[in-house]
T-cell receptor, first 115, second 112 residues
Framework: GENVEQHPSTLSVQEGDSAVIKCTYS??????FPWYKQELGKGPQLIID?????GEKKDQRIAVTLNKTAKHFSLHITETQPEDSAVYFC??????????????FGKGTHLIIQP | DAEITQSPRHKITETGRQVTLACHQT?????MFWYRQDLGHGLRLIHY???????NKGEVSDGYSVSRSNTEDLPLTLESAASSQTSVYFC???????????FGNGTRLTVT
């Protein structure tokens, strides 16, 4: 099955600086890579996603890059703000093929924005 | 607005008791999922359903069951609660494979 590794587990950056979170995946058949933001006491919320036919996608201060050859993808947040403090999860969709469906998640990165 | 609702938000139960966690979505999504979230493990899939009367086991399904009698609801049942099932449980739904997954706000379950 799919395995997703996420680094770092904790990331502390100064307000206004950029933050980068990296994930690797094992299943070359994975073709959908979303990123979720989870605030305290809430469920994860989708913030951006990318499909395997695209190398980069941007949405205001957030961007995701995908390297299919190396099987890794990254989340980039520029001009970080206090409200960016949260736990971020990457995920990859697995080929079904009779096995379990849904997404395989990384273990999360706790992003701390220092004032 | 469409949404996904979990109840209760918090539950304390004793070892050996049967517990059911509710999940209700108003998006009319066919696919529904149950995950548990534990420190150091991230989100792990318990059970999932592609539609009415369809249920499937995920990677950590032992001790759990689900039923899908309509599109909107996927209740999760712990047949005989164990302390290892103390966790935060999230329900999620999506329109189809590759579509965004929408999560509820979770149920924190404590088994004493």
């Amino acid at each position: 099955g799919e395995n997703v590794e996420q680094h770092p587990s904790t990331l502390s950056v100064q307000e206004g600086d950029s933050a980068v979170i990296k994930c690797t995946y094992s299943d070359s058949a994975s073709n959908y890579f979303p990123w979720y933001k989870q605030e305290l006491g809430k469920g994860p919320q989708l913030i951006i996603d990318i499909r395997s036919n695209v190398g980069e996608k941007k949405d205001q201060r957030i961007a995701v890059t995908l390297n299919k050859t190396a099987k890794h993808f990254s989340l980039h947040i520029t001009e970080t703000q206090p409200e960016d403090s949260a736990v971020y999860f990457c995920a990859a969709s697995r080929r079904s093929g009779g096995g379990a469906d849904g997404l395989t998640f990384g273990k999360g990165t706790h992003l701390i924005i220092q004032p | 607005d469409a949404e996904i609702t979990q109840s209760p938000r918090h539950k304390i139960t004793e070892t050996g008791r049967q517990v059911t966690l509710a999940c209700h979505q108003t998006w009319n999504h066919n696919n529904m999922f149950w995950y548990r979230q534990d420190l150091g493990h991230g989100l792990r899939l318990i059970h999932y359903s592609y539609g009415v009367q369809d249920t499937n086991k995920g990677e950590v399904s032992d001790g759990y069951s689900v039923s899908r009698s309509n599109t909107e609801d996927l209740p999760l049942t712990l047949e005989s609660a164990a302390s290892s099932q103390t966790s935060v449980y999230f329900c999620a739904s999506r329109a189809g494979r590759g579509s965004p997954l929408h999560f509820g706000n979770g149920t924190r379950l404590t088994v004493t």
